[in-house]
């Protein structure tokens, strides 16, 4: 079954410290991948998307994220975390269909702490 | 609009009552998507819907669920006979096309309450 899985539902990071959210999926057939975050009191937002192409992926905010397909994961990095980062991440994958459905992972809560 | 817009944002209603859940996508977007998020369950694909017509209804989770778009715009989520299980954030998105790559804009959802 295709499935997508975001390891740790919280992480906690000191401000300046390297934030690494780790997601992988599985699939039989190519991924598309997102990263989507929601800060407190708001929607969802898109932060990067691997879709083809370079499997290094930059995003809005300082996120970057690498397509590692012999490991089947895309997880989501920032050197150096920052107090507005604190927020629900998700790992999000779109695949099998001709539209944008998407199957998102159960959520990472980053808390930063000064 | 701006951005999606989802009426109301906050909805107690008694078990057994019928709700209505609104969705504004973008100007222009053709593609609409209602998730609902809940605890332990995360965030699930409900219905989509391209233009006026819905080709995937796979995740409306019983017939008490229905939804409906019109004039390729507005759409409506209604839960009839409401139980508590139903009690969740109903999301709504919208794409600007149909392609499995496009970004999804979400609004800020409608959290409903049955009591």
């Known amino acids: 079954a295709q499935s997508v899985t975001q390891l740790g539902s919280h992480v906690s990071v000191s401000e300046g410290a390297l934030v690494l959210l780790r997601c992988n999926y599985s699939s039989s057939v190519p991924p598309y991948l997102f990263w989507y975050v929601q800060y407190p009191n708001q929607g969802l937002q898109l932060l990067l998307k691997?879709?083809?192409?370079?499997?290094l992926v930059k995003g809005i905010n300082g996120f970057e994220a690498e397509f590692k397909k012999s490991e089947t994961s895309f997880h989501l990095t920032k050197p150096s975390a920052h107090m507005s980062d604190a927020a629900e991440y998700f790992c999000v994958v779109s695949w099998g269909t001709s539209y944008g459905k998407l199957t998102f992972g159960q959520g990472t809560i980053l808390t930063v702490h000064p | 609009g701006a951005g999606v817009s989802q009426s109301p944002s906050n909805k107690v209603t008694e078990k057994g009552k019928d709700v209505e859940l609104r969705c504004d996508p973008i100007?222009?977007?053709?593609?609409l998507y209602w998730y609902r998020q809940s605890l332990g369950q995360g965030l699930e694909f409900l219905i989509y819907?391209?233009?006026?017509?819905?080709?995937?209804k796979s995740g409306l989770p019983s017939d008490r669920f229905s939804a409906e778009r019109t004039g390729g715009s507005v759409s409506t989520l209604t839960i009839q006979r409401t139980q508590q299980e139903d009690s969740a954030v109903y999301l709504c998105?919208?794409?600007?096309?149909?392609?499995?790559?496009?970004?999804?804009?979400f609004g800020q959802g409608t959290r409903l309450t049955v009591v």
């Open positions: 819907f391209q233009g006026n017509s819905a080709p995937d």
């Open positions: 691997y879709t083809t192409g370079a499997t």
């Open positions: 998105a919208s794409t600007l096309n149909r392609g499995q790559d496009t970004e999804a804009f």
């Open positions: 100007s222009g977007h053709t593609a």
